[in-house]
């Protein structure tokens, strides 16, 4: 037999949380496709000094990582490996050990010293030959060095992808000191100056800008066009505001290219002299807390994929195969040529260095640049600038509709202040369908009434629905009644922000159309739900808020069943007919299991699953972290829940470990919601009124004939799309189960089973339907 193939692993510059997933799921990948799977202790010094810092890895040694933050491999800068004798003892190092695959999680720093050291590969082997290091025939099977990059850094700040491993639970860190800070600032009445991290990248202080309603940003790439200091005395307190808050990345610059200091800001807005703001002003650096605790579900679901995915990259890869890493693009993973990002990212540094900023702008990708003008409009909402024509200017319903999600309130307030800085008239429509159909007219305040400003500004960080929803669709509230209070409040198109049931409330608006002339107005709608169960798009607001929640509280779980350590927890997870919930946050928690309405449960497949579940503890002896659980969907089955999973698997194991049920309930809905659900609330938010401003005032015959007017705003891979609602009702959805035909995250699920070192099992019989059930009773197919 040929020798294992052997691919090793290191974490590179500076830490950052979700590394220690990576490391798990390529050490665990590696193992499952055949190989010996190796980490490098201490990073470039671990590949130099060799010995016991190259370790070969089982699968027992990376359990319970995915919760810790940091790297537990370790890392160190070397600064032997930027000379070639230390790449030359490297590679020496690598070849005694059999490695010639190699997958590095780190900045741009580290992986352009990992390509190098790809490329002086085949003369370092030579000089190893020649040095009498090693034989001919010794080196022959390592000739070819395959590298394949992970980017780990919490300023995300690599061009060519949208996130990196660490930035969320960096962004997730801001968002919650921030909202904290903004308190005590309300309560004063005073400014806060917050310094973020972000050197060369202002990614972390545009979203967390974002996500928080921050009054002013300040970042490396994008200096104002004007003094700063002029506009920041313009606008600190506009329209009665009790706070101020500017969030200042740490390489942050003016046009001039001159470096902004925290100090700098605090002394405008504190000064006293006749023309100053002479506000009550607090600097807060946050430092090293941006880096630190466990990671935020996206950093573990991103880490894990991009892990796995970097196995099957580095196995795949020839001699002639460009170095590359694995990248994020909206909603997909996918590889890239490493160089030509990190190329683009040192003249993005240049390019701010010289204070080309159209340039530096340019180098980042579209994600940030969204952000960044999202921003603007969620800050610049007073400017007259950019207003319509008073004849272009629409009055705009915004409806919440299903039950709370968080990134409602931001979706909300960011659409508010987009229709306000264009001159459109925003009005909220109170308690979805209900309350627009039974208390339109109520006195002193009616369901439908214009927003306030200062009231939605704040709104940014809240958790559920500011302007109230429920699950009432048009026709249960009377369709005719409905079309009749959109003419009457002379509405010229319809926000709708929510889950399946608003999805199916446009639906039905859609086909009362011809009954209704008054129905014929632009609508689309903003997915919100923790189910991600819309059709047309991959991802809705409160998931992640959702998933954050799940996840920790599976921590807090896991850590008690590995407390006693022979211990099986079945958690029940929210989500409806749609297992999305269940099988990421089972690849954030490392489920033993999951699962789910699409594929259902079966007495033969718990058997499959108990008999696993003895196995793993039989071969424990007494180890730590010996702690299972299993994620169950709420809906997966009519017969068997959580309850009744846990007493069979409690049954089944004869007093040689124990089994209990858990049910978080309405806990994982969340309070905050996340930095991520804040952040994609405000771009798509923005985004769905652009798309309905498009179509303008008196649009009644356009809108009969355009499949566009009725849509859905969703990320599908890599892009943000609208879909037609009447193609996604005919060809894209599932209306029994109340979800999409086709299940993009599905295959996540084997991802799971496969880290989980799950074995097969038999796979749950599908139900009769219809005659041929009733026919097959009766002995009669």
């Given at each position: 037999?040929?020798?294992?193939?052997?691919?090793?692993?290191?974490?590179?510059?500076?830490?950052?949380?979700?590394?220690?997933?990576?490391v798990r799921a390529v050490v665990r990948t590696a193992i499952n496709m055949g190989c010996d799977a190796y980490c490098v202790y201490e990073g470039y010094e671990g590949l130099v000094r060799g010995g016991d810092l190259?370790?070969?890895?089982?699968?027992?040694?990376?359990?319970?990582?995915?919760?810790?933050?940091?790297?537990?491999?370790?890392?160190?800068?070397?600064?032997?490996?930027?000379?070639?004798?230390?790449?030359?003892?490297?590679?020496?190092?690598?070849?005694?050990?059999?490695?010639?695959?190699?997958?590095?999680?780190?900045?741009?720093?580290?992986?352009?010293?990992?390509?190098?050291?790809?490329?002086?590969?085949?003369?370092?082997?030579?000089?190893?030959?020649?040095?009498?290091?090693?034989?001919?025939?010794?080196?022959?099977?390592?000739?070819?060095?395959?590298?394949?990059?992970?980017?780990?850094?919490?300023?995300?700040?690599?061009?060519?992808?949208?996130?990196?491993?660490?930035?969320?639970?960096?962004?997730?860190?801001?968002?919650?000191?921030?909202?904290?800070?903004?308190?005590?600032?309300?309560?004063?009445?005073?400014?806060?100056?917050?310094?973020?991290?972000?050197?060369?990248?202002?990614?972390?202080?545009?979203?967390?800008?974002?996500?928080?309603?921050?009054?002013?940003?300040?970042?490396?790439?994008?200096?104002?066009?004007?003094?700063?200091?002029?506009?920041?005395?313009?606008?600190?307190?506009?329209?009665?505001?009790?706070?101020?808050?500017?969030?200042?990345?740490?390489?942050?610059?003016?046009?001039?290219?001159?470096?902004?200091?925290?100090?700098?800001?605090?002394?405008?807005?504190?000064?006293?002299?006749?023309?100053?703001?002479?506000?009550?002003?607090?600097?807060?650096?946050?430092?090293?807390?941006?880096?630190?605790?466990?990671?935020?579900?996206?950093?573990?679901?991103?880490?894990?994929?991009?892990?796995?995915?970097?196995?099957?990259?580095?196995?795949?890869?020839?001699?002639?195969?460009?170095?590359?890493?694995?990248?994020?693009?909206?909603?997909?993973?996918?590889?890239?040529?490493?160089?030509?990002?990190?190329?683009?990212?040192?003249?993005?540094?240049?390019?701010?260095?010289?204070?080309?900023?159209?340039?530096?702008?340019?180098?980042?990708?579209?994600?940030?640049?969204?952000?960044?003008?999202?921003?603007?409009?969620?800050?610049?909402?007073?400017?007259?600038?950019?207003?319509?024509?008073?004849?272009?200017?629409?009055?705009?319903?915004?409806?919440?509709?299903?039950?709370?999600?968080?990134?409602?309130?931001?979706?909300?307030?960011?659409?508010?202040?987009?229709?306000?800085?264009?001159?459109?008239?925003?009005?909220?429509?109170?308690?979805?369908?209900?309350?627009?159909?039974?208390?339109?007219?109520?006195?002193?305040?009616?369901?439908?009434?214009?927003?306030?400003?200062?009231?939605?500004?704040?709104?940014?960080?809240?958790?559920?629905?500011?302007?109230?929803?429920?699950?009432?669709?048009?026709?249960?509230?009377?369709?005719?009644?409905?079309?009749?209070?959109?003419?009457?409040?002379?509405?010229?198109?319809?926000?709708?922000?929510?889950?399946?049931?608003?999805?199916?409330?446009?639906?039905?608006?859609?086909?009362?159309?011809?009954?209704?002339?008054?129905?014929?107005?632009?609508?689309?709608?903003?997915?919100?739900?923790?189910?991600?169960?819309?059709?047309?798009?991959?991802?809705?607001?409160?998931?992640?808020?959702?998933?954050?929640?799940?996840?920790?509280?599976?921590?807090?779980?896991?850590?008690?069943?590995?407390?006693?350590?022979?211990?099986?927890?079945?958690?029940?997870?929210?989500?409806?007919?749609?297992?999305?919930?269940?099988?990421?946050?089972?690849?954030?928690?490392?489920?033993?299991?999951?699962?789910?309405?699409?594929?259902?449960?079966?007495?033969?497949?718990?058997?499959?699953?108990?008999?696993?579940?003895?196995?793993?503890?039989?071969?424990?002896?007494?180890?730590?972290?010996?702690?299972?659980?299993?994620?169950?969907?709420?809906?997966?089955?009519?017969?068997?829940?959580?309850?009744?999973?846990?007493?069979?698997?409690?049954?089944?194991?004869?007093?040689?470990?124990?089994?209990?049920?858990?049910?978080?309930?309405?806990?994982?809905?969340?309070?905050?919601?996340?930095?991520?659900?804040?952040?994609?609330?405000?771009?798509?938010?923005?985004?769905?009124?652009?798309?309905?401003?498009?179509?303008?005032?008196?649009?009644?015959?356009?809108?009969?004939?355009?499949?566009?007017?009725?849509?859905?705003?969703?990320?599908?891979?890599?892009?943000?799309?609208?879909?037609?609602?009447?193609?996604?009702?005919?060809?894209?959805?599932?209306?029994?189960?109340?979800?999409?035909?086709?299940?993009?995250?599905?295959?996540?699920?084997?991802?799971?089973?496969?880290?989980?070192?799950r074995p097969a099992y038999p796979k749950p019989e599908k139900s009769l339907t219809g005659l041929i059930a009733k026919d097959t009773k009766r002995g009669l197919a």
């Open positions: 037999m040929a020798p294992k193939k052997k691919v090793a692993v290191m974490t590179s510059g500076g830490d950052s949380p979700g590394m220690n997933a990576a190259i370790r070969q890895m089982h699968w027992e040694d990376v359990r319970g990582w995915l919760s810790e933050g940091g790297t537990l491999i370790g890392t160190a800068r070397c600064k032997a490996f930027y000379e070639r004798p230390g790449r030359l003892l490297g590679a020496k190092n690598m070849v005694a050990n059999g490695i010639d695959a190699l997958i590095i999680c780190g900045g741009d720093g580290s992986l352009t010293g990992a390509d190098k050291f790809r490329q002086e590969w085949p003369s370092l082997i030579d000089e190893l030959v020649a040095n009498g290091d090693f034989t001919e025939d010794q080196v022959t099977p390592y000739r070819h060095l395959n590298i394949v990059g992970l980017v780990g850094s919490i300023d995300n700040d690599l061009s060519g992808t949208d996130a990196t491993i660490g930035c969320y639970s960096a962004l997730a860190r801001i968002c919650e000191m921030v909202d904290y800070i903004e308190a005590t600032a309300s309560s004063h009445s005073r400014a806060f100056v917050v310094e973020v991290m972000g050197r060369a990248s202002g990614w972390l202080a545009v979203n967390a800008g974002t996500a928080t309603g921050a009054d002013f940003v300040l970042i490396p790439e994008r200096p104002e066009e004007h003094d700063w200091k002029e506009k920041m005395s313009l606008v600190h307190r506009e329209m009665g505001k009790r706070k101020t808050i500017v969030i200042v990345a740490e390489g942050a610059r003016d046009k001039e290219g001159q470096k902004i200091t925290p100090t700098e800001i605090k002394d405008l807005l504190s000064d006293t002299s006749e023309n100053g703001l002479a506000l009550d002003t607090r600097i807060t650096t946050l430092g090293h807390v941006q880096r630190g605790g466990s990671p935020v579900h996206m950093d573990r679901m991103l880490a894990t994929l991009q892990g796995v995915e970097a196995v099957k990259a580095v196995l795949e890869a020839t001699p002639d195969t460009e170095t590359c890493f694995i990248a994020l693009e909206e909603n997909k993973i996918v590889r890239k040529p490493l160089m030509r990002a990190v190329k683009e990212t040192q003249e993005l540094a240049k390019a701010v260095e010289s204070k080309d900023f159209t340039r530096a702008l340019q180098l980042r990708d579209r994600e940030f640049a969204d952000s960044l003008k999202s921003y603007h409009i969620t800050t610049n909402v007073t400017v007259d600038d950019d207003k319509l024509p008073t004849d272009k200017r629409m009055r705009i319903g915004m409806i919440n509709v299903g039950a709370p999600a968080g990134g409602m309130n931001a979706a909300v307030r960011a659409a508010v202040a987009y229709c306000i800085s264009r001159g459109h008239e925003p009005v909220a429509i109170h308690n979805g369908f209900a309350g627009f159909a039974r208390h339109h007219g109520d006195k002193p305040l009616g369901a439908v009434r214009p927003f306030n400003w200062l009231e939605v500004d704040s709104w940014a960080s809240k958790g559920g629905s500011e302007i109230g929803t429920n699950r009432e669709l048009p026709e249960e509230s009377g369709m005719e009644l409905i079309a009749n209070l959109i003419e009457k409040y002379q509405f010229d198109a319809l926000f709708l922000i929510g889950g399946f049931e608003a999805f199916h409330a446009v639906a039905q608006l859609r086909r009362a159309r011809d009954q209704f002339p008054s129905l014929c107005i632009p609508m689309t709608l903003l997915p919100a739900t923790i189910s991600v169960n819309v059709p047309g798009s991959e991802y809705s607001l409160g998931s992640d808020t959702c998933l954050n929640e799940l996840v920790g509280y599976c921590d807090k779980i896991k850590q008690s069943a590995s407390a006693t350590r022979r211990r099986v927890f079945v958690i029940e997870c929210q989500g409806g007919r749609c297992g999305y919930t269940t099988v990421l946050a089972g690849l954030s928690v490392g489920a033993s299991a999951v699962y789910i309405p699409e594929e259902g449960i079966s007495l033969s497949m718990l058997h499959a699953d108990v008999h696993h579940l003895k196995e793993v503890f039989n071969a424990d002896r007494g180890q730590s972290r010996a702690g299972r659980l299993i994620l169950v969907n709420e809906k997966a089955s009519k017969v068997y829940d959580a309850k009744l999973i846990a007493s069979i698997i409690r049954e089944e194991a004869h007093d040689r470990f124990e089994s209990r049920e858990s049910v978080p309930g309405h806990v994982v809905q969340g309070n905050n919601p996340s930095g991520m659900d804040r952040c994609r609330a405000v771009r798509l938010a923005i985004k769905c009124i652009q798309h309905l401003e498009n179509f303008g005032r008196n649009a009644h015959n356009r809108v009969k004939t355009d499949p566009s007017s009725t849509t859905v705003i969703g990320i599908q891979g890599s892009e943000i799309v609208f879909s037609s609602v009447k193609q996604l009702e005919e060809t894209g959805t599932d209306w029994p189960n109340r979800r999409p035909k086709i299940a993009h995250w599905l295959e996540v699920r084997d991802v799971v089973d496969a880290l989980s070192a």
